[in-house]
């Protein structure tokens, strides 16, 4: 059974830092696309941070590189994202969601993953 479960979330001021968790249960974990998205109330998902197991290939959306981080622990089974010099439109609900072998369009669009987490909120008051 495929379970995403994310931890992490919670309020921080502008310019403060989160580090989103997603442990994972996957029935691979090699060539495996898991990625990071939010939704703002009244807004689309949108793609933020997504990674290959396999090959170690990252992709960003703009507005969050060099602010965030994905990355993995393979030994964990987890997935991660450090979220830097957070700003108030980062706010939304995050969501882990994975995808095998690949992914349908690019890495960052949610309509490719089929396997998606509950979510950890995430508020940033200015």
């Known amino acids: 059974q495929v379970r995403l479960v994310e931890s992490g979330g919670g309020s921080v001021q502008a310019g403060g830092s989160l580090r989103l968790s997603c442990a994972a249960s996957?029935?691979?974990?090699?060539?495996?696309?898991m990625a990071w998205f939010r939704q703002a109330p009244g807004k689309e998902r949108e793609g933020v941070a997504a990674l290959h197991t396999g090959g170690g290939s990252t992709y960003y959306t703009d507005s969050v590189k060099g602010r965030f981080t994905i990355s993995q622990d393979n030994a964990k089974n987890t997935l991660y994202l450090q979220m830097n010099s957070l700003k108030p439109e980062d706010t939304a609900m995050y969501y882990c969601?994975?995808?095998?072998?690949?992914?349908?369009?690019?890495?960052?669009?949610?309509?490719?993953?089929?396997?998606w987490g509950q979510g950890t909120q995430v508020t940033v008051s200015s």
């Open positions: 969601a994975a995808q095998w072998p690949y992914v349908l369009g690019t890495p960052l669009n949610p309509n490719g993953y089929k396997n």
């Open positions: 996957l029935h691979t974990y090699s060539s495996v696309y």
